[in-house]
């Protein structure tokens, strides 16, 4: 899929470390994980926009996970790493990106998307169909459970499905 001239929407595997200095640039801290003291896992799966030259510009990575809400476990598809090259920011591409993501993650059963994100960047997932999930959230970690102290969204992938009540329990590394 073709979009804004020669950028390209593309989904590939596991991003290869080059793929992130290409994202990254020369940012330190993209991510504004500075501090953080939770263990990430790597997306098995990415969306991104190729730029000319084949360059990654943005992209989005997603894995399926499982979560608990109230004894009901249930598979979500997670989104995680959302990254707009510094120099293309300002062009919807974020929006772009994250709507693929969201096309593709509609393919992979799970009935939800669910995100981590900073405060200041919960309007744009509000603006893209997300849902704060206001009960408390905890996500596994190497040496156990640990609150999630980022903003937590959810989107529901197929029309029937509404986020259950109560707190969540995320049964692996977040993303």
Partial sequence: MWLHG???IVE????RQEQ????????????????STLAYQPK???VGIQGDRGRLVASTGMLV???EVQAQRFSVVGFGGVIVRADHRGRGLAREV???ALAKARTLGPAFALLFCHEDRAGLYRKLGFAEIIS???VK??????PMPDRTMWQALHSHATWPDGAVIVHSLPF
């Fill in 6 to 8: 020669a950028m390209e």
């Fill in 12 to 15: 590939f595997g596991r991003l």
């Fill in 20 to 35: 992130r200095a290409e994202l990254e640039g020369d940012e330190d801290d993209p991510f504004y994980a500075a501090g």
């Fill in 44 to 46: 098995e799966r990415h």
């Fill in 65 to 67: 996970v499982d979560v």
């Fill in 98 to 100: 994250v709507q693929a």
């Fill in 136 to 138: 408390e959230v905890v």
């Fill in 141 to 146: 970690q190497p040496d156990g459970c640990a």
